[in-house]
């Protein structure tokens, strides 16, 4: 894919949020790097920049965990959104396929919320969703094992078929062999 492909995906994501007028759609431009991640790079970013992604899986685990702990914290891929706190909450995050994102650094956010007041629609939004995302896991972890699986499927339908089940079992807070066995 050229990079107006990636140019005009991240139009319609941010569309898809509210109305995005020609003027911001070019100081959006003007600040956005399209940036192509290796599959087991991590991402590298200040607190709260933003990463949009356009193509691929992105998983975030905590970076303290250790090897019989559950480390997987969230799966997000395309047209999902990360709102960098890392440094605040002891994560990271590892593509785990190769990936393509639309970053913007908080700097920027400021600055295109300060010259367009619309954005800040979007930015709400995108807070919005990744709070919600965030809340997922903990509703998740109290269904039952079987019904857990199931709500993955539907819920994370990218990551269900292109994950590990060492990385699935972990974030449905199972063991990969019994995760197998349902």
Same mark, same amino acid.
């Given at each position: ?5 990636? %140019?005009?995906?991240?139009? !319609?994501?941010? #569309?898809? +949020?509210?109305? /995005? ?22 991402? %590298?970013?200040?607190? +709260?920049? +933003? #990463?949009?992604?356009?193509? *691929? ?8 965990? *250790?090897?019989? %702990?559950?480390? /997987? ?10 709102? $960098? ?5 002891? &994560? ?19 600055? +295109?919320? !300060?010259? $367009?007041?619309?954005?800040?629609? $979007? ?31 539907? !819920?994370?339908? !990218?990551?269900?078929? $292109?994950? &590990? ?7 449905? *807070? ?9």
């Amino acid at each position: 894919m050229e990079r107006t492909n990636y %140019q005009n995906l991240l139009f !319609e994501i941010l #569309h898809e +949020l509210a109305p /995005v007028p020609p003027a911001l759609w070019s100081s959006i431009l003007a600040v956005v790097e399209i940036r192509s991640i290796k599959k087991g790079r991590y991402l %590298q970013a200040k607190l +709260l920049d +933003l #990463h949009i992604v356009l193509e *691929g899986i992105i998983i975030k685990r905590w970076d303290d965990a *250790g090897p019989l %702990q559950n480390d /997987v914290i969230d799966f997000i891929s395309k047209k999902q959104f990360i709102l $960098h706190i890392e440094d605040v909450d002891g &994560s990271y995050f590892k593509a785990d396929s190769d990936v393509v994102t639309a970053f913007i650094s908080r700097e920027n956010i400021i600055k +295109l919320m !300060e010259e $367009h007041p619309i954005f800040a629609n $979007h930015s709400n939004y995108l807070i919005a969703t990744v709070l919600n995302r965030r809340s997922f896991r903990g509703r998740l972890l109290k269904m039952p094992a079987k019904d857990r699986k199931t709500t993955f499927g539907k !819920e994370y339908p !990218e990551a269900n078929f $292109h994950c &590990s089940i060492s990385d699935k079992s972990s974030f449905l *807070g199972i063991s990969a062999s019994y995760y197998s066995t349902i």
